[in-house]
């Protein structure tokens, strides 16, 4: 299963139902966020995997906690969601509260929610990377280049299929980590993305779940 799949299938549906249900949050809102959260999370990891004591670190804890089960009962992401929060302070560290605020200019979700519908997130991704990496016999050595490949699998997957708004996302965020790469996840994926989130915002919009429209809709 490729992230665009994830994000845009049953399993991105689901922690987008569960979002809307507890927080009274636009679906739309929630998916798109998804679509810039997914990649954010995964780059960081990419980068941290790149110090080996890292990569042993992130290795144990997918062979611990994150075999992938997740991905057939997404009804833990809600019950996983303290967990959630503990993997991000881990995977951003003191940038936390700055990929916090900025997602919430992106998305346009309040800034008290993000933190919880990302820490929904989290497991859903890390069972993700952990199925991945079970399926493709990969070691802590060999993580950087298997969470790159899921990034630049699915950039190529977005520029492929047929334009739809949330493609459209999914081919900004992650054409614009490869092409415009500083080294800052936050700074490479949002900066193409973040300019049309602030004028959404100031058109009294909600940012990029506008670009959705009911598309997603119930």
Do not use: C, W
């Not at 809102?29 to 004591?53: E, F």
């Not at 993580?143 to 190529?156: E, K, T, V, Y």
């Amino acid at each position: 299963m490729s992230l665009i799949d994830l994000l845009t299938g049953n399993t991105g549906n689901q922690v987008a139902d569960q979002a809307e249900s507890k927080f009274g949050i636009n679906r739309n809102q929630v998916i798109a966020l998804l679509a810039v959260a997914a990649p954010l999370i995964i780059s960081y990891l990419r980068n941290k995997s790149q110090d080996a004591n890292e990569a042993e670190k992130l290795n144990n804890a997918l062979d611990k906690d994150h075999d992938g089960s997740i991905l057939d009962d997404v009804s833990q992401a809600d019950a996983r969601q303290a967990e959630g929060g503990s993997i991000l302070s881990h995977i951003f560290g003191s940038d936390k509260q700055n990929v916090e605020n900025q997602l919430s200019l992106t998305s346009g979700i309040s800034i008290d929610k993000i933190g919880p519908i990302l820490s929904m997130l989290a497991p859903v991704i890390m069972g993700y990377i952990g199925k991945e990496k079970q399926q493709n016999n990969v070691g802590a050595g060999g993580l950087g280049d298997l969470l790159g490949g899921i990034l630049g699998n699915a950039s190529n997957q977005a520029q492929a299929q047929q334009s739809s708004p949330l493609n459209d996302i999914l081919g900004s965020v992650l054409g614009g980590r490869q092409s415009q790469s500083s080294g800052n996840p936050l700074n490479d994926i949002l900066g193409s993305v973040l300019g049309g989130g602030n004028q959404q915002k100031q058109q009294g919009g909600g940012g990029l779940g506008d670009l959705l429209g009911g598309i997603f809709g119930k």
